[in-house]
């Protein structure tokens, strides 16, 4: 699939050069699943759980380099909002899964557990209040096929797999490789960008591999504000920002006899990013800038993983995984182009803002054991799993955040000190029976204690029943949880703001234990409770034709969620008591909310030889994604200061597409190939300035071929977006006033149409 707008630096270094996605092994309905089960033989299409397969070949035929654009160019239950001007969302985009947030869905790498990124988003953006996995941090080539669980698995994996799993398999060739380097543009000339990429296997010993991969991509600015009828000309920045990625990623395995292996990964990535802030007038600093200026937030964002294990039989038919992974991110951020206006004349251009620091190590050990002999078939597994966690903020430079502090993003100053850690332990139990030909059931359980919030008992129960050779019905029902990640527990900070009015404000985001926001009605945070429920089938009704649909109900008790911004009398008099007279309005985090998330996923695929060696493969998937507030606690201390505001609801409920549905068909005719995607979002209800907007529903055609020079060297491209489709424009006055053309929800972005061109070298 082509995909649509956004990143052109990208596709570099995938497991094949062709766009066809049937060519590709790893994707195809016969691949053998991982994720969700300890049975070695379930397939996509045998799997008694919804789970979709996307390989390298279905990524590179976006066009995109960055994993998260990629994922959600071929899944209708990945979304991946383009915030713009959101300082955090926007240099550190995240995935959701089925419209819910991003900390609802857990990342897996090579089944292993992956790190949050330590950048907690605390603006008025898609996934608000949450600290999401940055799949960005990922080198696209490293990445052999992506399997997504579209269904909760929190009784296998503990907290976070509420909406589902994502787990992210590495290439593990030992020998091979390509190389590819590519460019891109947008229609109106900006968001240039580039991408080199390159992937290499070697053997290792007489049984093992070891595989390297690298990437660096670079992306330019791209702006679609309008014109700001106070000056006449374009003062905003609104698009994506300007980036700059390095990133490498081995992974090895070992014999170290006939029945025993070690193995490991390690990805590190360095990303350097720019966006701007909201205009600021000439009246803001006219000594420093007479014309205005868009303040510019510059993280440098390191992410590094490091996993480790060793696996093999124990005897008695037992199988052994022990492995310790460990995932560490570091974000430094400077304000460029800004002032503290407090110091007029004399005060500097440009801070540093301080740091974030997130940290995990994982160890975790299974057994398992094939049940062959008991009833028809089936599986045993038990585990246990120690996880320890840290999170730190630095202050910035006391200029930074002193009087106000610099425009745009304040430096890091929090009330409370911020170096806090918990740990993590986890058992559980996974028995998986046949106890007929046609009969498949797994029954699943799962405790898990935390050091800071207590204890959560989890299960989970799936039955598939085969009732022709050409149809089955599946289903599962269980229950999950999430727990407050140290990130909603202590974030603190304070950014500046324009209001609706146009004034600029200060927002203070206070830690639950702080007398500020316990005072506003605040309460510790307690773990999200979830139960959820699906039924579906699968049909197979011809050779190379696979049919599935599934229902699905997620609730949510206790969902954890950023408040809206408070303010009034009530609140400044708190903050005055407090000694804060820099700050004019509150949030803090609260489970406040109830929630159901409810809808359904239909796919159709088929592969099959068309005529003279030419070979056809077409693909739809199509999922409605329906949340609503069921529950909203009033505040314990203020009733007339509601805890979740019209913004902050629709943020959680309703500002994702309602549905979504992806298809494309790929030709593959040696030396060419070629695939048309349709991508169609559905229609979004937001407050992006506080009054209920609804945006219409929009639909992308995307283009792109490729052609076999000399067996080694393929060059490919393609049009995304070749309709030149944008979100529609926010209205009102607040907002067009001062050329503020688009929201920060678009599922596609505002870049409108762009182009690539990719050359492929592959040995």
Same mark, same amino acid.
């Given at each position: ?42 397939? @996509? ?94 080198? !696209? ?69 070891? %595989? ?168 045993? +597994? ?16 006391? !200029? ?42 797994? !029954? ?15 299960? *989970? ?125 509150? @949030? ?8 159901? %998330? ?13 005529? @003279?060696?030419?070979?056809?493969? +077409? ?54 190939? +070629? ?22 529903? *929009? ?65």
């Amino acid at each position: 699939m082509l995909g649509r707008i956004g990143r052109f630096s990208v596709a570099a270094g995938l497991a094949g050069f062709s766009a066809a996605a049937h060519a590709d092994e790893a994707g195809s309905p016969e691949t053998v699943i991982v994720t969700g089960t300890h049975v070695a033989s379930y397939t @996509q299409e045998t799997s008694p759980s919804p789970i979709s397969v996307y390989d390298a070949g279905q990524f590179a035929a976006t066009g995109f380099s960055d994993l998260g654009q990629a994922l959600e160019a071929v899944s209708p239950a990945i979304n991946f909002p383009h915030s713009a001007t959101t300082p955090s969302a926007a240099n550190t985009r995240a995935i959701t899964m089925r419209g819910m947030s991003p900390d609802e869905v857990l990342v897996l790498v090579n089944g292993k557990r992956w790190q949050t990124s330590a950048v907690l988003d605390f603006n008025s953006s898609v996934g608000r209040g949450s600290a999401p996995y940055d799949l960005g941090a990922i080198p !696209l080539s490293a990445i052999d096929h992506v399997e997504v669980l579209e269904d909760s698995a929190a009784a296998q994996y503990g907290s976070d797999a509420i909406a589902g799993v994502v787990n992210i398999i590495l290439k593990s060739n030992d020998h091979g490789g390509l190389a590819s380097a590519q460019a891109g543009i947008t229609d109106e000339g900006d968001g240039a960008g580039f991408d080199l990429a390159a992937s290499q296997g070697f053997t290792l010993g007489d049984e093992g591999h070891l %595989t390297l991969s690298a990437d660096i991509r670079h992306q330019d600015i791209t702006n679609r504000a309008g014109i700001d009828p106070r000056f006449g000309r374009v003062t905003g920045q609104i698009g994506d920002p300007r980036s700059f990625d390095i990133g490498i990623a081995a992974d090895a395995g070992y014999a170290l006899d006939r029945t025993w292996q070690a193995y490991g990964s390690l990805i590190v990535s360095r990303r350097l990013s720019q966006s701007g802030a909201q205009y600021r007038t000439p009246s803001v600093a006219p000594a420093l800038y007479p014309n205005g200026f868009v303040p510019q937030t510059r993280p440098l964002i390191w992410d590094s993983t490091a996993i480790t294990g060793l696996r093999g039989e124990l005897g008695g038919g037992f199988h052994l995984d022990v492995s310790n992974s460990f995932g560490f991110t570091d974000a430094h951020f400077d304000v460029k182009n800004t002032a503290n206006v407090a110091l007029g004349a004399a005060s500097p251009r440009q801070f540093y803002a301080g740091s974030e620091q997130y940290w995990q190590d994982d160890v975790a050990a299974t057994v398992s054991r094939d049940l062959d002999d008991v009833l028809m078939a089936g599986n045993i +597994a038990a585990g246990l799993e120690f996880r320890r966690e840290h999170y730190a903020i630095a202050e910035g430079a006391p !200029l930074s955040y002193q009087q106000g502090g610099a425009q745009g993003f304040p430096g890091f100053a929090p009330r409370l000190p911020v170096d806090e850690a918990r740990s993590a332990f986890g058992t559980f139990l996974d028995l998986s029976l046949d106890p007929a030909p046609w009969l498949v059931t797994d !029954l699943a359980g799962r405790y898990d204690h935390y050091s800071d919030f207590g204890d959560a008992l989890t299960w *989970k129960g799936t039955a598939r029943a085969n009732v022709t050779g050409w149809l089955a019905f599946r289903g599962a029902l269980g229950t999950g949880f999430r727990a407050p990640s140290l990130q909603q527990q202590y974030f603190s900070s304070v950014v500046s703001q324009i209001n609706p009015a146009g004034m600029i404000v200060h927002t203070g985001t206070y830690q639950v234990g702080d007398p500020i926001a316990a005072a506003l009605g605040a309460r510790p945070l307690k773990a999200e409770q979830s139960h959820n429920y699906t039924a579906g089938a699968v049909v197979t009704p011809l050779p190379g034709l696979s049919l599935s649909g599934d229902w699905y109900e997620i609730d949510v008790h206790n969902r954890i969620a950023l408040s809206d911004t408070m303010t009034g009398a009530e609140v400044l008099a708190v903050l005055a008591a407090a000694g804060v007279g820099d700050v004019q309005q509150v @949030q803090f985090f609260t489970n406040a909310a109830d929630t159901r %998330t409810r809808g359904y996923d239909v796919s159709a695929d088929y592969a099959a030889d068309v005529w @003279q060696g030419a070979a056809l493969d +077409a693909r739809l998937q199509y999922g409605q994604y329906r949340t609503q507030l069921r529950h909203l606690d009033a505040n314990p201390v203020i009733p007339g200061l509601p805890l979740l505001g019209t913004t902050s609801k629709a943020l959680l409920v309703s500002a994702q597409p309602m549905d979504k549905l992806t298809s494309a068909i790929t030709l593959d005719w040696a030396p060419v190939s +070629a695939t048309v995607s349709v991508d169609h979002y559905g229609p979004w209800v937001s407050a992006p300035i506080g009054v209920i907007q609804h945006f219409g529903s *929009k639909t992308l055609l995307n283009l792109s071929a490729g052609f076999d020079v000399t067996g080694t060297v393929t060059v490919s491209g393609g049009i995304e977006n070749v309709t030149d489709q944008y979100p529609d424009r926010l209205v009102g006055a607040a907002v067009t006033g001062i050329g503020f053309t688009y929201g920060e929800e678009s599922p596609f972005g505002v870049n409108g149409r762009s182009y690539f061109l990719r050359v492929t070298l592959k040995n």
